[in-house]
């Protein structure tokens, strides 16, 4: 595997279940993030995690809880979501540096909230 | 607050057809400013970082340029598959770790035959 990947890509939960998406970079980051992206909406930065601290967090609803357990896995558990929350959640990872610092997108997971 | 706002929000060219896509942004001190490509239910996909303003970069058939209040993305005799939603992104100089990007909602580009 190579750059940044996300399972499943595509995920159709009703409101009381619990899922958990998942994340992994293959890159040798030290920092990854969780992105919503909504239809006719700019990418709306959910999380961020730098050396497995969570640093960020843009005010997200609890219903979405994130994990980091090492520089290389991000989750985003899900529980309780309502259909608003249907987008596409991407992940991304970047190694941060005193000069600016790419961002790497997975390819996503298409979530749908019944 | 960083602002990113991308034009025209749709744009169709046919093959051979040059053009260019606009990011304007407002930022508490530029640290750098990012092009990337999405395809329809994909990531998107890194293109360029510019730095500072007289900045150009170029890519195959793309060339991003920068001022200290937009960035250009010129497609010059672009191709079908150039097809795709072009982001543009803003980074602002910070403290702390970890990044922080403010996007634009796109343009989203038709090549035709």
């Known amino acids: 595997e190579t750059g940044v990947t996300q399972t499943p890509r595509h995920l159709v939960m009703g409101m009381t279940n619990k899922k958990s998406l998942k994340c992994e970079q293959h890159l040798g980051h030290n920092a990854m993030y969780w992105y919503k992206q909504s239809a006719k909406k700019p990418l709306e930065l959910m999380f961020v995690y730098s050396l497995e601290e969570r640093v960020e967090n843009n005010s997200v609803p609890s219903r979405f809880s994130p994990e980091c357990p090492n520089s290389s896995h991000l989750f985003l558990h899900l529980h309780t979501l309502q259909p608003e929350d249907s987008a596409l959640y991407l992940c991304a990872s970047s190694q941060e540096s005193t000069d600016s610092d790419t961002q790497y997108f997975g390819p996503g997971t298409r979530l749908t909230v019944l | 607050e960083d602002q990113v706002t991308q034009s025209p929000e749709a744009l169709r060219l046919q093959e051979g057809e040059s053009s260019s896509l606009n990011c304007s942004y407002t930022v508490s001190g530029l640290r750098g400013l990012f092009w990337y490509r999405q395809d329809p239910g994909k990531g998107p996909e890194f293109l360029f970082t510019?730095?500072?303003a007289g900045e150009e970069k170029e890519k195959e058939r793309l060339k991003a340029t920068l001022t200290k209040k937009e960035s250009f993305l010129h497609i010059t005799a672009p191709k079908p598959e150039d097809s795709a939603t072009y982001l543009c992104a803003v980074q602002a100089r910070q403290t702390g770790t970890a990044s922080k990007l403010t996007f634009g909602t796109g343009t989203r580009l038709q090549v035709t035959l």
């Open positions: 510019l730095y500072s």
